[in-house]
C-alpha cells in the first residue's frame, strides 16, 4: 500500500493542502457571515434547514466539502503526519481575513502567533523529508 | 472547552480514515463509492467539525486554540502508530511552534 512518493508528488500534495486552507479561511468567513440567521441556540435540525437555505452557508460548507476532497487526494502521495498540521494555516488567513474583512484589531501577540504558525509548518514540511 | 478537545480527537481519527482512504482509492468510481475507511473518515470529519462550530460558540479562543493544535497532535501519534510514518525532531518542533503560534492567536487582544 505505501508506495514511496516522488518529490514532485509530495511537494503537490503540500500544495493541495496549502490550497485547503486557503478554501477553509474562506469557508469559514462565509459561514461567520451566515451564522447569523441561526438563532442563539439552534437545534441540529434547524442548523441543517439554516446550511440548505441561507446561500452564505450553502456555500461555505459546499467549500468545506470542497477542501476534505482535496485533503484526501493529497493524502494519496503525502504523509499524513507532514500534511495534516499545515491545515493550522487557516486560522492565520482567518486572523488576516478578521483584521481586513471585519475590521476586527490586529494585536502583536496575533502577528506572532501567525509567524509562528508560519514558521512551525515550514519546519514540518523539512522535517518530512523522506 | 470539552466540545473543541472531542473534536480535536474524533477529527484526528476522521484524518487517518481518510489517509487509509486515500491509499485505498483506484481511477474508478465503484473504488470511491465502496470505500468504507472514506465514509468513516467523511463522517468522523464532518462530525468534528460540528463540535468545534459548537465549542467555538460556547468558549474562550485562548483555550479552544491549543486545544485544536492538541488534535494534530493526535494525528501525528496515529501517523506513528498505523501508517509507520517516522517521528521526526523537525515534526515535533513544527508542531511544538504550531501549538504556540495558535495559543498567542488565541490571546486577548
Given at each position: 500500500m505505501l508506495v514511496p512518493a516522488t518529490t514532485a508528488q509530495r511537494r503537490f500534495s503540500i500544495f493541495l493542502v496549502f490550497c485547503?486552507?486557503?478554501?477553509?479561511?474562506?469557508?469559514?468567513?462565509l459561514i461567520k457571515t451566515g451564522a447569523g440567521h441561526l438563532g442563539a441556540?439552534?437545534?441540529?435540525?434547524?442548523?441543517?434547514?439554516?446550511?440548505?437555505?441561507?446561500p452564505q452557508l450553502f456555500f461555505g460548507y459546499s467549500l468545506y466539502a470542497l477542501s476534505m476532497v482535496l485533503l484526501v487526494v493529497a493524502l494519496r502521495h503525502g504523509e499524513l503526519s507532514a500534511i495534516y498540521p499545515v491545515i493550522a494555516l487557516t486560522f492565520v488567513w482567518v486572523t488576516i481575513l478578521s483584521a481586513t474583512v471585519f475590521g476586527e484589531a490586529m494585536s502583536a501577540a496575533k502577528l506572532g502567533g501567525i509567524a509562528m504558525i508560519v514558521a512551525g509548518v515550514a519546519t514540518l514540511g523539512r522535517g518530512s523529508g523522506k | 472547552m470539552l466540545f473543541v478537545f472531542a473534536a480535536g480527537f474524533i477529527g484526528s481519527f476522521g484524518a487517518a480514515f481518510l489517509k487509509a482512504a486515500a491509499g485505498r482509492l483506484r481511477g474508478n468510481f465503484a473504488s470511491v463509492l465502496t470505500n468504507w475507511h472514506l465514509g468513516a473518515g467523511i463522517i468522523l470529519y464532518?462530525?468534528?467539525?460540528?463540535?468545534?462550530?459548537?465549542?467555538?460558540?460556547a468558549g474562550e479562543l485562548s483555550v479552544l486554540y491549543p486545544m485544536v493544535a492538541l488534535?494534530?497532535?493526535?494525528?501525528?501519534?496515529?501517523?506513528?502508530?498505523?501508517?509507520?510514518?517516522?517521528?521526526?525532531?523537525?515534526?515535533?518542533?513544527?508542531?511544538?511552534?504550531?501549538?504556540?503560534?495558535?495559543?498567542m492567536l488565541g490571546l486577548r487582544a
Open positions: 485547503c486552507t486557503l478554501i477553509n479561511a474562506g469557508a469559514q468567513v441556540h439552534p437545534s441540529l435540525f434547524s442548523t441543517g434547514i439554516a446550511i440548505l437555505t441561507t | 464532518g462530525l468534528s467539525s460540528v463540535f468545534f462550530v459548537r465549542g467555538m460558540a488534535g494534530y497532535m493526535w494525528t501525528i501519534l496515529w501517523s506513528r502508530l498505523f501508517f509507520g510514518e517516522p517521528l521526526t525532531w523537525g515534526k515535533l518542533g513544527g508542531l511544538a511552534l504550531i501549538f504556540g503560534g495558535l495559543a
